[in-house]
Each structure stands twice: as structure tokens, then as C-alpha cells.
């Protein structure tokens, strides 16, 4: 299994910055991407930012320019740097693991429990 824990939300106002951190444990040998996914109120789980194995890493059009993905492979986390934050990306913002193998718990993919981000002035 995976497990992944979140760090770094809390509120910022418009311009602002914020790092997001997620730290991956359990049978990470099996992932192949990680990302994050952000949660407003009365909307879909959307994906925000991912990163493979590989480095490849893919974007929402929304967040282009002002967030940064990337990856600590050594401490098996990875980032969302979050710039030039926006009320609009008010969310909880939740880490997600897919795996290449079957994950008790989990299924094909791992969720975190999110974090809360709240851009407001």
C-alpha cells in the first residue's frame, strides 16, 4: 500500500504564494505518477499538476505559468510551488499516486487526506 501526507496549505492572500508538500510511504516501487488535484466547493475534483517517473510533467490550463510541480525522489515527495495565487484557487488540494499494480486501499490509485488552500484579501 500507499500512504501520502499533505503539508503546506493555510491562506494567503491574492498574489501570494504557497508550497504544497507530499510525502509518499508503503510500496512506492509500484508508482508511476503523482499529482495533485484541487476540490472547490460545488465542483469536480480536477487535476492541477502531475509528474511521472520520468520527469514528464502536465499541467491544468488554469494554473500554467504560476505553478511548479516537481519531485524529491531521495525523500519520495513531491511539491506544488503555487504562485501568483488567485481567490479562483480556493480548494482543497488533494495528492494522488497511480500505481502499475493493484494497491490494498487504494485500488490503482492513493489518495491524501488534502489540504486546505484559501486565497482571499
Known amino acids: 500500500q500507499v500512504q501520502l501526507v499533505e503539508s503546506g496549505g493555510g491562506s494567503v492572500q491574492p498574489g501570494g504564494s504557497l508550497r504544497l508538500s507530499c510525502a509518499a510511504s508503503g510500496s512506492i516501487f509500484s508508482i508511476n505518477t503523482m499529482g495533485w488535484y484541487r476540490q472547490a466547493p460545488g465542483k469536480q475534483r480536477d487535476l492541477v499538476a502531475s509528474i511521472t517517473t520520468g520527469g514528464s510533467t502536465n499541467y491544468a490550463d488554469s494554473v500554467k505559468g504560476r505553478f511548479t510541480i516537481s519531485r524529491d525522489s531521495a525523500k519520495n515527495t513531491v511539491y506544488l510551488q503555487m504562485n501568483s495565487l488567485k481567490p479562483e484557487d480556493t480548494a482543497i488540494y488533494y495528492c494522488?499516486?497511480?500505481?502499475?499494480?493493484?494497491?490494498?486501499?487504494?485500488?490503482?490509485?492513493?489518495w491524501g487526506k488534502g489540504t486546505l488552500v484559501t486565497v482571499s484579501s
Open positions: 494522488n499516486a497511480k500505481s502499475d499494480r493493484w494497491l490494498p486501499r487504494c485500488g490503482m490509485n492513493c
